[in-house]
């Protein structure tokens, strides 16, 4: 139905475009995202086609959940748009190793982004990029300003200050240091693990070195998040091992916790949402380390199908994405989700602009699980979510939640074995 | 010879007729896929996009790696639990409803069989909404009301436990489906003729006696068949576990059973990509495991049912 409808409209635009100009030429944009159609429609495509006449864009969203399986029956009919939204990893790799997604490594605006935020759409050795990395999400702590000076604290910026906050809160007894569940496992392992221990593991530094073989998740740098997420648990709400991530964000916005982590993404949702004023701190770093790190989580990134016959209009598009103009378009219009182009940008959310301001000041890395570790049985990732959720639970000990996970990975990845 | 001709009877071509539509549709969404799932079970991905035929290299994995077996057994225990909980909990108390219900001086009997078969017709998914929500530590209605009556501290985020999730989650199927039994069994009850039942009484056997002596036995084959189904629906469970806990299970896989198990090994799950053949692989076991009790039902229990003809 859609690829037929997609079929038509594309010949459709087509026609009228030979009978009007010429050298007109149609991108199809295949994408998940049909939450930004509005945005597509009215922003980005009409600046685009404003700048570049003669090339026309049509953005085709499918369903979140179809997406992947519907983009590879189409690539494999060759039926799927010039141009492919990528999702992070592997199963983009999947594409450009089957020759399905064209190698964008010359394309000019690729030496906007740094290695980390292409590191998700590169080949495993980092030689080939095949998508252009269109948004990131930062992690971090957000704050309620108004508990905040109503209990005259400051924002923490070390481990100990962290906590000698949250003691204050539980202290003074009238609201919820930190709002936060273990039901889903997913936050434990998020918005808890990966949050907080780039400080430990330092960033891309331990990232490597997990990959390479040369640091095991029983050593210290592993362990220490876990410690302290174990910590963490004496500062949630009553009950918060069957608190789902829904209950965490209402308890937040409805202004009964002080202390909410998470991530950027929450900033549109929570500006709906939250009448009192949010602030946002980066993960506080632990005593004696130098330098601070972000989890600055690759997350969606466009690329060019190489069975299309439009690849010069093509590429014109990508290296329009890489630009000011286009990442400023789109940070602002979803706020949370920012561009990973070096170009300048400016937001408009103040919050939006806190989060991306700790680039500056501290070093980028992803998610520690997410590239190569996690692609053999059983899931470094998924059993990471496990993992912290039993930390936080007390079923574990940092150190057995250290060892299961190295058990799991030595299980089948070659350079831990 | 010429009589054996005349005397043979004709062909009944209507008896293939009117079995085809259902032999051809049950064939075609049953039979044809569960087949297909059994084939699958004997390939693995090979380089690309073939498959390799490896017989039952993949049933060796799913039994003697330490991971893929403790993952199995683990869901297998949790299944067999949330069963056993089923036939202690959901069809006694089902048999209890049902006969208090066919009772014929309980007034407002029909608005108390519609409310209570009522969850029955629900969707998993407002099940399991209602019931995380009503179960909350934080909204839920569970923790005032316990408050109310003095017993605030036994209150627990059961369903964040590792040792209450799974018998909670249990007991929440037992409230959705109790209407089932409780329907089949007061159809069964009200099936009993009632001289039996005069019988009876000119014996002396009225009230709970005669309901142990007498309607009991007779209703034994539904029970049966109850078990039977109840059996077959929980090792086929799924819903309920993913709607509540997620496809993961939690807490720490306590609450996985096969379904869930399944969903993860041919599906995927986040970063872990869908394996169709070791996902084939579990599906068969879970096919086996019922058929082997479902069969040892049939023959060791079914057989041996007395039955009573009015």
Same mark, same amino acid.
């Given at each position: 139905?859609?690829?037929?409808?997609?079929?038509?409209?594309?010949?459709?635009?087509?026609?009228?475009?030979?009978?009007?100009?010429?050298?007109?030429?149609?991108?199809?944009?295949?994408?998940?995202?049909?939450?930004?159609?509005?945005?597509?429609?009215?922003?980005?495509?009409?600046?685009?086609?404003?700048?570049?006449?003669?090339?026309?864009?049509?953005?085709?969203?499918?369903?979140?959940?179809?997406?992947?399986?519907?983009?590879?029956?189409?690539?494999?009919?060759?039926?799927?748009?010039?141009?492919?939204?990528?999702?992070?990893?592997?199963?983009?790799?999947?594409?450009?190793? =089957?020759?399905?997604?064209?190698?964008?490594?010359?394309?000019?605006?690729?030496?906007?982004?740094?290695?980390?935020?292409?590191?998700?759409?590169?080949?495993?050795?980092?030689?080939?990029?095949?998508?252009?990395?269109?948004?990131?999400?930062?992690?971090?702590?957000?704050?309620?300003?108004?508990?905040?000076?109503?209990?005259?604290?400051?924002?923490?910026?070390?481990?100990?200050?962290?906590?000698?906050?949250?003691?204050?809160?539980?202290?003074?007894?009238?609201?919820?240091?930190?709002?936060?569940?273990?039901?889903?496992?997913?936050?434990?392992?998020?918005?808890?693990?990966?949050?907080?221990?780039?400080?430990?593991?330092?960033?891309?530094?331990?990232?490597?070195?997990?990959?390479?073989?040369?640091?095991?998740?029983?050593?210290?740098?592993?362990?220490?998040?876990? =410690?302290?997420?174990?910590?963490?648990?004496?500062?949630?709400?009553?009950?918060?091992?069957?608190?789902?991530?829904?209950?965490?964000?209402?308890?937040?916005?409805?202004?009964?916790?002080?202390?909410?982590?998470?991530?950027?993404?929450?900033?549109?949702?929570?500006?709906?949402?939250?009448?009192?004023?949010?602030?946002?701190?980066?993960?506080?770093?632990?005593?004696?380390?130098?330098?601070?790190?972000?989890?600055?989580?690759?997350?969606?990134?466009?690329?060019?199908?190489?069975?299309?016959?439009?690849?010069?209009?093509?590429?014109?598009? @990508?290296?329009?994405?890489?630009?000011?103009?286009?990442?400023?378009?789109?940070?602002?219009?979803?706020?949370?989700?920012?561009? @990973?182009?070096?170009?300048?940008?400016?937001?408009?959310?103040?919050?939006?602009?806190?989060?991306?301001?700790?680039?500056?000041?501290?070093?980028?890395?992803?998610?520690?699980?997410?590239?190569?570790?996690?692609?053999?049985?059983?899931?470094?990732?998924?059993?990471?979510?496990?993992?912290?959720?039993?930390?936080?639970?007390?079923?574990?000990?940092?150190?057995?939640?250290?060892?299961?996970?190295?058990?799991? @990975?030595?299980?089948?990845?070659?350079?831990?074995? | 010879?010429?009589?054996?001709?005349?005397?043979?009877?004709?062909?009944?071509?209507?008896?293939?007729?009117?079995?085809?539509? *259902?032999?051809?549709?049950?064939?075609?969404?049953?039979?044809?896929?569960?087949?297909?799932?059994?084939?699958?079970?004997?390939?693995?991905?090979?380089?690309?996009?073939?498959?390799?035929?490896?017989?039952?290299?993949?049933?060796?994995?799913?039994?003697?790696?330490?991971?893929?077996?403790?993952?199995?057994?683990?869901?297998?225990?949790?299944?067999?639990?949330?069963?056993?909980?089923?036939?202690?909990?959901?069809?006694?108390?089902?048999? $209890?409803?049902?006969?208090?219900?066919?009772?014929?001086?309980?007034?407002?009997?029909?608005?108390?069989?519609?409310?209570?078969?009522?969850?029955?017709?629900?969707?998993?998914?407002?099940?399991?909404?209602?019931?995380?929500?009503?179960?909350?530590?934080?909204?839920?209605?569970?923790?005032?009301?316990?408050?109310?009556?003095?017993?605030?501290?036994?209150?627990?985020?059961?369903?964040?436990?590792?040792?209450?999730?799974?018998?909670?989650?249990?007991?929440? #199927?037992?409230?959705?489906?109790?209407?089932?039994?409780?329907?089949?069994?007061?159809?069964?009850?009200?099936?009993?003729?009632? %001289?039996?039942?005069?019988? *009876? %009484?000119?014996?002396?056997?009225?009230? $709970?006696?005669?309901?142990?002596?007498?309607?009991?036995?007779?209703?034994?084959?539904?029970?049966?068949?109850? #078990?039977?189904?109840?059996?077959?629906?929980?090792?086929?469970?799924?819903?309920?576990?993913?709607? $509540?806990?997620? $496809?993961?299970?939690?807490?720490?896989?306590?609450?996985?059973?096969?379904?869930?198990?399944?969903?993860?090994?041919?599906?995927?799950?986040?970063?872990?990509?869908?394996?169709?053949?070791?996902?084939?692989?579990?599906?068969?076991?879970?096919?086996?495991?019922?058929?082997?009790?479902?069969?040892?039902?049939?023959?060791?229990?079914?057989?041996?049912?007395?039955?009573?003809?009015?």
């Amino acid at each position: 139905m859609t690829i037929r409808k997609t079929l038509s409209l594309t010949t459709a635009f087509a026609l009228c475009a030979t009978g009007v100009f010429a050298q007109d030429v149609t991108l199809t944009i295949e994408s998940w995202r049909n939450d930004d159609i509005t945005i597509w429609r009215n922003q980005i495509i009409p600046a685009f086609e404003a700048a570049h006449p003669g090339i026309r864009l049509d953005f085709q969203p499918t369903a979140p959940a179809q997406y992947n399986s519907a983009l590879n029956s189409k690539l494999d009919a060759g039926t799927a748009g010039d141009i492919v939204t990528c999702r992070a990893f592997d199963a983009s790799l999947q594409l450009f190793e =089957r020759g399905q997604l064209s190698d964008l490594t010359d394309l000019p605006g690729m030496a906007n982004y740094s290695d980390v935020a292409k590191s998700a759409w590169s080949t495993d050795d980092g030689s080939q990029t095949f998508c252009v990395p269109l948004a990131s999400v930062i992690h971090g702590f957000i704050y309620n300003v108004d508990i905040f000076n109503e209990l005259g604290l400051e924002v923490p910026a070390t481990e100990d200050e962290f906590f000698a906050v949250l003691d204050a809160i539980q202290e003074e007894g009238s609201y919820i240091p930190m709002a936060m569940g273990i039901n889903d496992q997913w936050e434990a392992a998020t918005m808890g693990f990966a949050n907080i221990g780039v400080n430990f593991w330092r960033g891309e530094e331990g990232r490597a070195a997990l990959i390479a073989g040369e640091s095991r998740l029983t050593d210290e740098e592993w362990v220490a998040p876990f =410690r302290q997420l174990a910590r963490w648990s004496q500062y949630l709400g009553r009950g918060y091992e069957s608190q789902s991530y829904p209950d965490s964000q209402n308890l937040f916005t409805l202004g009964r916790a002080a202390i909410y982590p998470s991530g950027s993404w929450e900033i549109a949702g929570f500006r709906e949402q939250a009448d009192f004023e949010m602030g946002a701190f980066p993960p506080p770093v632990p005593a004696g380390t130098e330098g601070c790190y972000i989890s600055d989580h690759t997350d969606m990134g466009i690329g060019l199908n190489a069975a299309s016959p439009n690849q010069e209009a093509g590429r014109i598009f @990508l290296d329009w994405l890489t630009g000011a103009e286009a990442s400023t378009l789109f940070a602002n219009a979803i706020p949370g989700f920012f561009p @990973l182009s070096s170009a300048e940008v400016t937001l408009d959310d103040p919050l939006a602009e806190e989060f991306l301001s700790w680039r500056g000041q501290c070093e980028s890395t992803i998610r520690p699980f997410h590239q190569i570790v996690s692609r053999g049985t059983p899931n470094l990732s998924n059993e990471s979510w496990t993992a912290s959720a039993n930390v936080m639970r007390g079923t574990w000990t940092p150190e057995e939640a250290g060892e299961a996970l190295q058990a799991g @990975l030595s299980s089948w990845y070659a350079p831990h074995q | 010879m010429s009589r054996s001709r005349a005397t043979r009877r004709p062909i009944r071509w209507h008896i293939a007729v009117f079995l085809a539509p *259902a032999l051809i549709v049950y064939t075609a969404i049953m039979i044809i896929p569960l087949f297909g799932t059994l084939n699958l079970s004997l390939f693995t991905r090979g380089q690309g996009n073939t498959r390799e035929f490896v017989g039952l290299a993949n049933f060796v994995t799913l039994f003697t790696d330490p991971r893929w077996s403790g993952a199995f057994w683990n869901a297998t225990w949790n299944n067999l639990w949330f069963f056993i909980i089923h036939m202690l909990v959901q069809n006694p108390i089902g048999i $209890a409803l049902a006969a208090i219900l066919s009772s014929p001086r309980l007034r407002f009997a029909a608005f108390y069989r519609t409310a209570i078969f009522i969850p029955a017709i629900l969707s998993f998914v407002i099940v399991g909404f209602v019931w995380r929500l009503i179960l909350s530590p934080l909204w839920g209605v569970a923790p005032n009301m316990m408050d109310a009556i003095g017993l605030g501290n036994w209150f627990a985020p059961w369903l964040g436990q590792e040792s209450s999730a799974l018998t909670t989650l249990a007991l929440i #199927s037992v409230w959705q489906f109790v209407g089932i039994p409780m329907m089949l069994i007061y159809a069964a009850l009200l099936s009993i003729p009632d %001289e039996v039942l005069e019988a *009876a %009484e000119m014996d002396g056997i009225t009230g $709970a006696s005669q309901f142990w002596k007498i309607k009991l036995p007779l209703i034994l084959p539904t029970i049966g068949i109850i #078990s039977i189904l109840t059996f077959v629906g929980n090792f086929n469970a799924f819903d309920l576990i993913y709607v $509540a806990q997620g $496809a993961l299970a939690g807490p720490n896989y306590s609450t996985d059973i096969l379904g869930s198990f399944l969903f993860r090994t041919f599906f995927g799950f986040q970063l872990q990509l869908g394996d169709p053949h070791m996902g084939a692989t579990v599906a068969t076991v879970m096919f086996f495991i019922i058929l082997a009790g479902v069969s040892l039902y049939l023959f060791g229990i079914q057989t041996r049912l007395r039955r009573y003809q009015f």
